[in-house]
Antibody
Framework: EVQLVESGGGLVQPGGSLRLYCEAS????????MRWVRQAPGKGLEWVAN????????NYVASVRGRFTISRDNARNSLYLQMNSLRVEDTARYYC???????????WGQGTTVTVSS | QSALTQPPSASGSPGQSVTISCTGT?????????VSWYQQFPGKAPKLMIY???KRPSGVPDRFSGSKSGNTASLTVSGLQAEDEGDYYC???????????FGTGTKVTVL
């Protein structure tokens, strides 16, 4: 079964850091672009970042550029999101997703919740 | 980069059709044939329904169809069923630097 499982979310104070994890199974992880998408409580979806198969390309939404780092470990079938200098507005459910079709995500994890609050 | 504009809500009776619009600019929807649509139920992850404007992933009923004209894309759900009730989001590739934008979301209600 094709599956993505996120973890690492939690409560953090403004200015703090958090690392999100996404473990893939059921498909050849190293063959796909991967992305993170977030959804603030009661709000819409927002694309956060994506990464090429060999990590040679990483792209970010402007609001997280310089604070977040997307990375992957193909040997571990894992995707990561290192989040530094967190802000209240980063509070959201973060989804890991596979870009299995051109410019879209065909497989999603269940998400992990990040709350930034003092 | 602003979110793509969708109507907040849409509704129809079972068996009817409902069409959701997604309006962007020439830098996103109008500039690329990379519009996708996602269905989301409360507390659940999004599900891909349409990609590359008109293509359906395997397993998605052919009641769901997509189209585009200029800077506006549309999702049509024909033969509306109770299980179609949920939130729908469009998304478009927006080129280098912006990359991807999502729509504001539309809540579909089956009357």
């Amino acid at each position: 079964e094709v599956q993505l499982v996120e973890s690492g979310g939690g409560l953090v104070q403004p200015g703090g850091s958090l690392r999100l994890y996404c473990e893939a199974s059921g498909f050849t992880f190293s063959s796909y672009w991967m992305r993170w998408v977030r959804q603030a409580p009661g709000k819409g979806l927002e694309w956060v970042a994506n990464i090429k198969q060999d990590e040679s390309e990483r792209n970010y939404v402007a609001s997280v550029r310089g604070r977040f780092t997307i990375s992957r470990d193909n040997a571990r079938n894992s995707l990561y999101l290192q989040m530094n200098s967190l802000r209240v507005e980063d509070t959201a459910r973060y989804y890991c997703a596979r870009e299995g079709v051109p410019y879209a995500s065909d497989v999603w994890g269940q998400g992990t919740t990040v709350t930034v609050s003092s | 980069q602003s979110a793509l504009t969708q109507p907040p809500s849409a509704s129809g009776s079972p068996g009817q059709s409902v069409t959701i619009s997604c309006t962007g600019t020439s830098s996103d929807v109008g500039g690329y044939n990379y519009v996708s649509w996602y269905q989301q139920f409360p507390g659940k992850a999004p599900k891909l329904m349409i990609y590359e404007v008109t293509k359906r992933p395997s397993g998605v009923p052919d009641r769901f169809s997509g189209s585009k004209s200029g800077n506006t894309a549309s999702l049509t759900v024909s033969g509306l069923q109770a299980e179609d009730e949920g939130d729908y989001y469009c998304s478009s590739y927006a080129g280098f630097n912006t990359f991807y934008v999502f729509g504001t979301g539309t809540k579909v209600t089956v009357l």
